[in-house]
T-cell receptor, first 113, second 114 residues
Framework: DGGITQSPKYLFRKEGQNVTLSCEQN?????MYWYRQDPGQGLRLIYY???????QKGDIAEGYSVSREKKESFPLTVTSAQKNPTAFYLC????????????FGPGTRLTVL | DQQVKQNSPSLSVQEGRISILNCDYT??????FLWYKKYPAEGPTFLIS?????DKNEDGRFTVFLNKSAKHLSLHIVPSQPGDSAVYFC?????????????FGKGTLLTVNP
């Protein structure tokens, strides 16, 4: 059963702590993405990766870091430098090339206390 | 600077009627447009897309229209069903880049009343 998994669904952390959100896909997609959604806002791109061991900053990369050591996995670390980390985080993947839609995971709701 | 705009935050329609969701864009380099549907606390699901070489694409109850000269696209849902109630996001891809990034609008909350 192919798809994208994100864990956990809900995550709570204390202010000042780093936290890593998991994203795994078994769709054999080359590209993976991280987005953030805030209330009343669209999806904003944090980081993306088109190939293993390579990734690029999106529109709001400050305070975040990623790694892409395996094709299937693209974990996102929310660091203590991120000023407003409480949000709904979405991971997506797609084929690389024209006219390919992105498939999204179920999301992780991060709350920083 | 918002390149993809969904100016209606919400829309309410009666079951069985047509729902029309609108989206405007400013970047003339956008060449591929997508609509996603999202329920609360879930990831968006892909609905339908259209490339800039077309002006219409249809899939069942969903039709997307593209007016390039006006930089406007719309999603028509006919007939609307209560299960269609969700937030709908318009997204666009920039043909000028090689990174396949999508730019999303802020979404329109559709409510279909029984």
């Amino acid at each position: 059963d192919g798809g994208i998994t994100q864990s956990p669904k809900y995550l709570f952390r204390k202010e000042g702590q780093n936290v890593t959100l998991s994203c795994e896909q078994n769709l054999n997609h080359d590209a993976m993405y991280w987005y953030r959604q805030d209330p009343g806002q669209g999806l904003r791109l944090i980081y993306y990766s088109q190939i293993v061991n390579d990734f690029q900053k999106g529109d709001i990369a400050e305070g975040y870091s990623v790694s892409r050591e395996k094709k299937e996995s693209f974990p996102l670390t929310v660091t203590s430098a991120q000023k407003n980390p409480t949000a709904f985080y979405l991971c997506a993947s797609s084929w690389v090339g024209s006219y390919n839609e992105q498939f999204f995971g179920p999301g992780t709701r991060l709350t920083v206390l | 600077d918002q390149q993809v705009k969904q100016n209606s935050p919400s829309l309410s329609v009666q079951e069985g009627r047509i729902s029309i969701l609108n989206c405007d864009y400013t970047n003339s380099m956008f060449d591929y447009f997508l609509w996603y549907k999202k329920y609360p606390a879930e990831g968006p699901t892909f609905l339908i897309s259209i490339s800039s070489i077309k002006d219409k694409n249809e899939d069942g109850r969903f039709t997307v229209f593209l007016n390039k000269s006006a930089k406007h696209l719309s999603l028509h849902i006919v007939p609307s069903q209560p299960g269609d109630s969700a937030v709908y996001f318009c997204a666009a891809r920039d043909s000028g880049g090689s990174n396949y990034k999508l730019t999303f609008g802020k979404g329109t909350l559709l409510t279909v009343n029984p």
